[in-house]
């Protein structure tokens, strides 16, 4: 939504190709859990360290949160429900650090959204085989086929319309609060807007995560056990 900021453009094949902020704040955060994620499961030992120890706490965190919400036999979903859980959280904070959120972008929202979607298919299909899978669409009543059948292509619209929603009205707020203070004080624009910035970056952000993987997780499991 909204004019591309373009941090940089590639010609490749006679086709320009623009990276925008959104792209390049994408790959600082997937480079940065990539070398997390090395530095923490190097040299893993019986006896945990305190980084193999934060490692382990965040696996179990994920593992508990699936089985309890899913039930046991989709622990298979952690490696990527916890990717989902850390990258999406990672996109929302950004604000904390004078960046906008990449998922205030509608393109970026879509794009988890659809990910999600496809993980979801794909994964029913594999618990339950094709055949099955697309007979899930005629339940309980085969005339519901057509329902059932949008019920599965809306979800990925109101995923993202979701999360985009949310985010981008909690940053417009806060660009709306600090226009406000330009004509009081610097002081106050530095002070004033810290519990805002509590609630509509880390609170905020943190329940538009949740709300996404939670709906996924949920999808998922409905579509396998339909």
Do not use: C
Not at 63 to 79: A, C, D, Q, W
Not at 128 to 145: D, M, Q, R, S
Not at 166 to 179: C, L, V
């Amino acid at each position: 939504m909204g004019e591309a900021k373009y941090l940089f453009k590639l010609s490749l094949f006679g086709q320009q190709y623009g990276f925008s902020e959104n792209i390049v704040i994408q790959w600082v955060i997937i480079i940065l859990f990539g070398v997390l994620s090395i530095l923490f499961t190097r040299g893993l030992k019986r006896v945990p360290g305190k980084k193999q120890a934060v490692a382990e706490m965040i696996v179990e965190y994920t593992n508990s949160f699936v089985k309890s919400n899913i039930g046991e036999k989709y622990t298979e979903l952690v490696p990527y429900v916890g990717s989902l859980i850390l990258f999406l959280l990672a996109m929302n904070l950004t604000g904390l650090v004078g960046i906008e959120p990449p998922t205030m972008d509608y393109s970026v929202a879509l794009g988890m959204a659809l990910t999600s979607f496809f993980i979801i298919q794909v994964y029913a299909i594999k618990k339950v085989g094709i055949g099955h899978y697309f007979l899930g669409y005629g339940k309980p009543v085969a005339f519901l086929a057509p329902m059932n059948i949008l019920e599965r292509i809306l979800l990925p619209v109101s995923l993202s319309l979701r999360l985009f929603g949310n985010m981008t009205a909690a940053a417009t707020i806060m660009t709306i609060i600090y226009k406000g203070l330009e004509g009081i004080t610097w002081f106050a624009q530095l002070v004033i807007p810290i519990p805002l910035h509590v609630y509509f970056d880390i609170f905020d952000g943190a329940v538009q995560m949740i709300v996404f993987t939670m709906l996924t997780m949920i999808n998922l499991k409905v579509i396998v056990e339909h």
